[in-house]
Nanobody, 126 residues
Framework: QVQLVESGGGLVQAGGSLRLSCAAS????????MGWFRQATGKEREFVAA????????EYSDSVKGRFTISRDNAKNTVYLQMNGLKPEDAAVYYC???????????????????WGQGTQVTVTS
């Protein structure tokens, strides 16, 4: 069982930056792929970024590539999402998620993640 708690959301002007954190409970954090997803009001949840067990591999959606960076610190059981160059269209509730991996895991498919946080709101003003 893994419990995830996001933090770091808030209100920022377009062009600004935020760093989201996701703290995980449990001693098996390093065995999980970690992902960030977001859901804007009235829209479906969408993939943002994912990172492998060791942090050696990261994947991004085209909409955030070059602006966002996912990272993890397994010693602290925490995954981060550094968001730079924020745009109004980045406004959403951001969720972190943990996936046990395996052959069914698809980094951009939220249905292949097993645990989810409660989300943190990001608001971007123009």
């Amino acid at each position: 069982q893994v419990q995830l708690v996001e933090s770091g959301g808030g209100l920022v002007q377009a062009g600004g930056s935020l760093r989201l954190s996701c703290a995980a409970s449990g001693r098996s954090f390093s065995r999980y792929y970690m992902g960030w997803f977001r859901q804007a009001t009235g829209k479906e949840r969408e993939f943002v970024a994912a990172i492998s067990y060791t942090g050696s591999t990261a994947e991004y959606s085209d909409s955030v590539k070059g602006r966002f960076t996912i990272s993890r610190d397994n010693a602290k059981n925490t995954v981060y999402l550094q968001m730079n160059g924020l745009k109004p269209e980045d406004a959403a509730v951001y969720y972190c998620a943990a996936a046990a991996g395996g052959h069914q895991y698809v980094h951009f498919d939220g249905n292949t993640y097993h645990y989810w946080g409660q989300g943190t709101q990001v608001t971007v003003t123009s």
